[in-house]
């Protein structure tokens, strides 16, 4: 990338907009996991969700241009992509979840399951995790606690820490559950006390942002649990773990034995066309609508209906959950062989296609390392491997691959980062 287009960028987008990595890369074409540069070198793409089923994958790219060289328009018509759409999203949910919303992003999809919670609860009290980010809409901001944000944490939002059974510190199981669950608590009779009430929480369902943290399946039973006693609802986040990242289940909240009230969804929902969706009850949908005159004019559009409908098409007909489980459970193996000679690095986390480990400072893991996660981040670029980091302390490696991975792409991925470790640590 030229310092001109920098320049460009800068004085356009502004010098505030991020971008990924010391010197920025300047991609210009995409092919399935992989990524080329304006200088020709290709990249195998170890991070990007939003091409879902891989970039450019051509049976989305034709849905796409068929539709819009047919009719593209707003959501006030009768269209059947946006029908058949909802018809074959809704055969992936459990019941009662038997309705859609759609919507352009997931920030607007986390906003709209807050605003029809508020609603129906009459309350504006929210639980959300103590590192997370769910949108960058006012109400969002308000509650963001993992990102830069001049927007104070607000009066009816309390925050509580998520516990991490692979923590160092972790206490035992029961304990740890105990113990964290006390917080919850806390925060229901603060925000009952103040008069804000419980409308919902709101918690991305492989605790992304926070590190790929895993809590005991019983934290977050009793979470839901303690929400719906105070009479408030549950907004599962899926805009990283679903469409079948897990390879076990279609959706995050699957894993943990819980029904939410919403699940919220965008990024790899069209591929990176731009759609996204709340899935809800028939009930909820309905007392919405009955008090609002609720319509989004693009959300839904036959251009994006048909990118959305290829891309569970392609995650059925070939099978993409159930390879990312496949694929996954070789990559974790792999990849704790790789991580167990150093004693620095922390367990490896996550599950199908989204995983990580942690890098610390000292062989006692008590302090992470931001810095050399970083260098090790900037180092596979330079191997061609793009990936990134996440969590408290920016030290946690999120590698989050398209769907498409192969076997063949897992094992380049691992033999770079076995390369990377050992020449870094």
């Not at 960058?136 to 998520?162: K, S």
């Not at 969706?277 to 609002?292: D, H, R, Y």
């Not at 076995?418 to 020449?423: H, V």
């Amino acid at each position: 990338m030229t310092s001109t287009l920098i320049d460009r960028r800068h004085a356009t987008l502004g010098s505030h907009s991020p971008l990924f990595y010391s010197t920025p890369l300047e991609i210009v074409r995409g092919d399935g996991v992989w990524l080329d540069d304006a200088e020709g070198r290709r990249y195998l793409d170890a991070y990007n969700n939003v091409p879902h089923v891989g970039h450019c994958h051509p049976r989305v790219v034709a849905a796409i241009a068929k539709q819009a060289a047919t009719l593209n328009l707003n959501t006030r018509y009768l269209n059947e992509h946006v029908v058949t759409y909802a018809e074959k999203l809704l055969a992936l949910f459990d019941d009662p979840l038997d309705r859609v919303f759609l919507t352009n992003s997931g920030s607007e999809a986390n906003e709209l399951a807050i605003r029809i919670a508020r609603q129906h609860t009459g309350r504006t009290g929210m639980i959300v995790s103590d590192w997370s980010y769910h949108g960058n809409t006012i109400a969002l901001a308000e509650l963001t606690t993992g990102l830069t944000a001049q927007e104070a944490l607000a009066p009816h939002v309390r925050a509580v820490r998520v516990p991490d059974l692979l923590a160092e510190d972790a206490p035992g199981e029961a304990e740890l559950v105990e113990r964290s669950l006390a917080e919850v608590d806390r925060a229901i009779e603060e925000l009952q006390a103040e008069g804000h009430g419980v409308c919902a929480t709101l918690f991305d369902t492989l605790f992304t942002t926070e590190g790929l943290v895993e809590p005991p399946a019983a934290y977050v039973q009793g979470l839901v649990d303690r929400v719906r006693r105070a009479g408030g609802l549950v907004i599962a986040d899926e805009v990283q773990p679903g469409f079948g990242r897990t390879g076990s289940h279609w959706w995050g909240y699957q894993r943990w034995g819980i029904s939410p009230d919403f699940v919220t969804m965008g990024k790899s929902m069209g591929n990176g066309h731009p759609v996204a969706g709340v899935v809800t009850t028939s009930a909820l949908q309905g007392e919405f609508g009955a008090a609002n005159m609720f319509f989004n004019t693009f959300a839904g559009n036959p251009v994006s209906a048909a990118a959305a409908e290829a891309v569970l098409d392609v995650l059925v007909d070939e099978r993409l959950r159930e390879r990312a489980g496949e694929t996954g459970a070789l990559l974790r193996e792999r990849m704790e062989e790789i991580t167990a000679p150093y004693a620095r690095l922390g367990p490896v986390r996550g599950v199908g296609l989204f995983f990580g480990f942690e890098i610390f400072a000292d062989d006692g893991r008590t302090t992470p390392d931001p810095d050399t996660t970083r260098a090790i981040v900037e180092d596979m670029r330079e191997r061609g491997v793009l990936l990134s980091r996440i969590g408290r302390h920016d030290s946690v490696f999120k590698i989050r691959p398209p769907m498409v991975t192969e076997r063949s792409h897992a094992e380049l991925l691992l033999d770079r980062i076995a390369e990377s470790l050992a020449a870094q640590l």
